[in-house]
Protein backbone atom coordinates (compact mmCIF):
# COMPACT_ATOMS: atom_id res chain seq x y z
CA UNK A 1 0.00 0.00 0.00
CA UNK A 2 2.99 2.43 0.63
CA UNK A 3 4.03 2.36 -3.19
CA UNK A 4 0.57 2.98 -4.51
CA UNK A 5 0.45 5.98 -2.01
CA UNK A 6 3.15 6.97 -3.49
CA UNK A 7 1.95 6.95 -6.88
CA UNK A 8 -1.20 9.24 -5.96
CA UNK A 9 1.55 11.59 -4.41
CA UNK A 10 3.81 12.16 -7.17
CA UNK A 11 1.44 12.17 -10.05
CA UNK A 12 -0.18 14.97 -8.83
CA UNK A 13 3.26 16.69 -8.99
CA UNK A 14 3.47 15.51 -12.83
CA UNK A 15 1.03 17.63 -13.47
CA UNK A 16 3.34 20.33 -15.14
CA UNK A 17 6.02 17.50 -16.42
CA UNK A 18 3.44 15.75 -18.96
CA UNK A 19 3.59 16.92 -22.39
CA UNK A 20 -0.28 16.18 -22.96
CA UNK A 21 -1.00 18.56 -19.99
CA UNK A 22 -3.13 21.32 -22.00
CA UNK A 23 -3.92 24.98 -20.83
CA UNK A 24 -7.14 24.07 -20.99
CA UNK A 25 -7.32 21.70 -18.34
CA UNK A 26 -7.02 24.42 -15.24
CA UNK A 27 -10.10 23.35 -13.60
CA UNK A 28 -9.20 20.15 -13.57
CA UNK A 29 -5.95 20.81 -11.60
CA UNK A 30 -8.13 22.67 -8.83
CA UNK A 31 -10.32 19.92 -8.56
CA UNK A 32 -7.29 17.62 -8.51
CA UNK A 33 -5.74 19.86 -5.37
CA UNK A 34 -9.09 19.04 -4.03
CA UNK A 35 -9.11 15.39 -4.38
CA UNK A 36 -5.32 15.22 -2.92
CA UNK A 37 -6.78 16.34 0.04
CA UNK A 38 -9.10 13.97 0.62
CA UNK A 39 -12.98 14.25 1.03
CA UNK A 40 -15.23 12.88 -2.26
CA UNK A 41 -12.18 11.77 -4.06
CA UNK A 42 -13.93 9.93 -6.47
CA UNK A 43 -16.21 12.44 -7.72
CA UNK A 44 -13.61 14.88 -8.01
CA UNK A 45 -11.39 13.31 -10.22
CA UNK A 46 -14.80 12.33 -12.18
CA UNK A 47 -15.21 16.29 -12.27
CA UNK A 48 -11.29 16.92 -13.12
CA UNK A 49 -12.34 13.72 -16.11
CA UNK A 50 -15.46 16.07 -17.52
CA UNK A 51 -13.37 19.00 -17.39
CA UNK A 52 -10.18 17.40 -19.31
CA UNK A 53 -11.01 13.80 -20.63
CA UNK A 54 -6.80 13.19 -21.12
CA UNK A 55 -5.63 14.60 -17.58
CA UNK A 56 -3.39 11.51 -16.70
CA UNK A 57 -2.55 12.26 -13.45
CA UNK A 58 -6.88 11.86 -13.06
CA UNK A 59 -7.32 9.11 -14.89
CA UNK A 60 -4.47 7.23 -13.22
CA UNK A 61 -5.58 8.14 -9.45
CA UNK A 62 -9.11 7.38 -10.22
CA UNK A 63 -8.07 4.21 -11.69
CA UNK A 64 -5.91 3.44 -8.44
CA UNK A 65 -9.28 4.25 -5.90
CA UNK A 66 -11.31 1.87 -8.31
CA UNK A 67 -8.73 -0.58 -7.97
CA UNK A 68 -8.43 -0.47 -3.95
CA UNK A 69 -12.09 -0.89 -3.98
CA UNK A 70 -11.71 -4.20 -5.93
CA UNK A 71 -13.45 -2.55 -8.93
CA UNK A 72 -11.13 -3.90 -11.45
CA UNK A 73 -12.58 -3.63 -14.72
CA UNK A 74 -13.15 -0.27 -14.46
CA UNK A 75 -9.21 0.00 -13.18
CA UNK A 76 -8.24 -0.96 -16.24
CA UNK A 77 -10.53 0.78 -18.57
CA UNK A 78 -8.88 3.80 -16.51
CA UNK A 79 -5.26 2.85 -16.68
CA UNK A 80 -5.42 1.74 -20.46
CA UNK A 81 -7.12 5.89 -20.90
CA UNK A 82 -4.11 6.44 -18.88
CA UNK A 83 -1.35 5.08 -20.74
CA UNK A 84 -3.69 5.83 -23.97
CA UNK A 85 -3.32 9.77 -23.32
CA UNK A 86 0.48 9.52 -22.36
CA UNK A 87 2.26 6.22 -23.80
CA UNK A 88 5.53 7.53 -21.92
CA UNK A 89 4.18 7.68 -18.23
CA UNK A 90 5.27 4.66 -16.29
CA UNK A 91 2.62 4.78 -13.35
CA UNK A 92 -0.44 3.45 -15.03
CA UNK A 93 1.37 0.63 -16.83
CA UNK A 94 1.82 -0.44 -13.07
CA UNK A 95 -1.05 -0.18 -12.14
CA UNK A 96 -2.59 -1.73 -15.50
CA UNK A 97 0.17 -4.90 -14.45
CA UNK A 98 -1.01 -5.15 -10.83
CA UNK A 99 -4.74 -5.15 -12.06
CA UNK A 100 -4.35 -7.87 -14.63
CA UNK A 101 -2.57 -9.78 -12.39
CA UNK A 102 -5.79 -9.73 -9.80
CA UNK A 103 -7.50 -11.15 -12.71
CA UNK A 104 -5.44 -13.64 -13.11
CA UNK A 105 -3.90 -12.31 -16.33
CA UNK A 106 -0.24 -13.12 -16.44
CA UNK A 107 0.60 -12.79 -19.35
CA UNK A 108 -0.70 -9.55 -20.02
CA UNK A 109 0.44 -8.31 -16.34
CA UNK A 110 4.40 -9.09 -17.80
CA UNK A 111 3.63 -7.03 -20.66
CA UNK A 112 2.71 -4.44 -18.59
CA UNK A 113 5.21 -4.71 -15.79
CA UNK A 114 7.69 -4.69 -19.05
CA UNK A 115 6.78 -1.82 -20.42
CA UNK A 116 6.86 -0.27 -16.71
CA UNK A 117 10.19 -0.98 -16.13
CA UNK A 118 11.50 -0.01 -19.91
CA UNK A 119 10.09 3.33 -19.26
CA UNK A 120 11.79 3.62 -15.62
CA UNK A 121 14.96 3.81 -17.39
CA UNK A 122 13.95 6.62 -19.25
CA UNK A 123 12.77 8.39 -15.77
CA UNK A 124 16.14 7.18 -14.62
CA UNK A 125 17.91 9.23 -17.13
CA UNK A 126 16.34 12.53 -16.96
CA UNK A 127 16.85 12.56 -13.07
CA UNK A 128 13.30 10.29 -11.59
CA UNK A 129 10.89 13.50 -12.03
CA UNK A 130 8.11 11.45 -11.13
CA UNK A 131 10.00 9.62 -7.94
CA UNK A 132 8.66 6.15 -9.63
CA UNK A 133 12.52 4.88 -10.13
CA UNK A 134 12.57 3.27 -6.18
CA UNK A 135 10.20 0.64 -7.00
CA UNK A 136 11.59 -1.38 -9.73
CA UNK A 137 12.75 -3.87 -7.79
CA UNK A 138 9.48 -4.25 -6.30
CA UNK A 139 8.22 -4.39 -10.15
CA UNK A 140 10.68 -6.54 -11.35
CA UNK A 141 9.96 -9.13 -8.67
CA UNK A 142 6.37 -8.82 -9.60
CA UNK A 143 7.39 -9.39 -13.24
CA UNK A 144 8.79 -12.49 -11.98
CA UNK A 145 6.21 -14.03 -10.42
CA UNK A 146 3.95 -12.82 -13.03
CA UNK A 147 6.33 -14.51 -16.01
CA UNK A 148 6.35 -18.08 -13.61
CA UNK A 149 2.20 -17.66 -13.35
CA UNK A 150 2.18 -17.43 -17.35
CA UNK A 151 4.73 -20.25 -17.77
CA UNK A 152 7.06 -18.05 -19.26
CA UNK A 153 10.36 -18.65 -18.56
CA UNK A 154 12.87 -15.92 -16.96
CA UNK A 155 15.13 -14.43 -19.50
CA UNK A 156 18.70 -15.25 -18.89
CA UNK A 157 21.48 -11.86 -18.39
CA UNK A 158 23.41 -11.58 -21.91
CA UNK A 159 26.47 -12.24 -19.47
CA UNK A 160 25.16 -15.70 -19.07
CA UNK A 161 24.19 -16.55 -22.42
CA UNK A 162 27.44 -15.39 -23.61
CA UNK A 163 29.07 -17.43 -20.81
CA UNK A 164 27.18 -20.43 -22.17
CA UNK A 165 27.45 -19.86 -25.95
CA UNK A 166 31.72 -19.91 -25.10
CA UNK A 167 31.60 -22.82 -22.97
CA UNK A 168 29.84 -25.02 -25.89
CA UNK A 169 32.01 -23.26 -28.68
CA UNK A 170 35.57 -23.87 -26.77
CA UNK A 171 34.20 -28.19 -25.88
CA UNK A 172 34.28 -28.52 -29.27
Not at 67 to 93: F, H, I, Q, S, V
Not at 144 to 172: C, F, W, Y
Request: hydrophobic share 40%.
Amino acid sequence: MIMRIGVFIVLSLLIQVTPTFAASCKTADGLMEQAGSGGKTERLLRDALRACPNHVVALNNLALLLEDAGRLKEAETYYRRATEADPMNPAPWAGLGDVHTAQGEAAEAVASYMRFLDLLEGERMRGNPSGLVQYENEYRDKLRVARNAAGMPEKEPQVIRDRKSTRLNSSH
